[in-house]
């Protein structure tokens, strides 16, 4: 059994691993990027993350276009609005800049400013929403 060390543990290489919420790292998207340079089984989603994501969307940009088999959508939002759905849709899909990443909400959850979208190409919005999920569950 071949292993290889991730984190504080040892863990199975054949074994696949979605790090939440951007790999629990969006603000720090260099350590993210490494993680998956290295491990080819370690992927991430980008649920509950927007309002890091999106004040550094070159970043962002550049990080799911280098990984774009390795990144998953999941907006972390319980109960599932529209409303949602609709900010994490214009920021992959839009060039929007400066616009709310919590609409409707009085005071955002983590903190005043506004995030600018990352106008992903249609090819890798397709492997983000829908190809790289079915991929890891039908393996």
């Known amino acids: 059994m071949q292993t290889d060390r991730v984190g504080g543990g040892w863990h199975v290489r054949a074994t696949t691993f979605i790090g939440a919420h951007a790999g629990c790292a969006a603000e720090d ?43 998953l959508f999941g907006p972390d939002a319980f109960p599932a609005t529209r409303e949602a ?4 849709w214009r920021f992959l899909e839009t060039e929007d800049e400066c616009f709310r990443y919590a609409p409707g909400s009085p005071v955002p ?31």
Not at 34 to 46: E, V
Not at 85 to 88: D, G, L, P, Q, R
Not at 119 to 135: F, H, I
């Open 29 to 71: 998207l260099g350590w993210v990027d490494a993680m998956l340079r290295r491990h080819p089984y370690f992927h991430i989603d980008l649920g509950g993350r927007l309002a890091e994501l999106g004040r550094q969307p070159r970043a962002t940009r550049r990080l799911i276009l280098d990984h774009p088999d390795r990144v």
């Open 85 to 88: 759905f609709e900010v994490y």
């Open 109 to 139: 959850p983590y903190g005043r400013w506004d995030i600018s979208a990352i106008g992903l190409p249609p090819q890798v919005l397709t492997q983000v929403y829908t190809t790289n999920a079915d991929r890891l569950l039908h393996q």
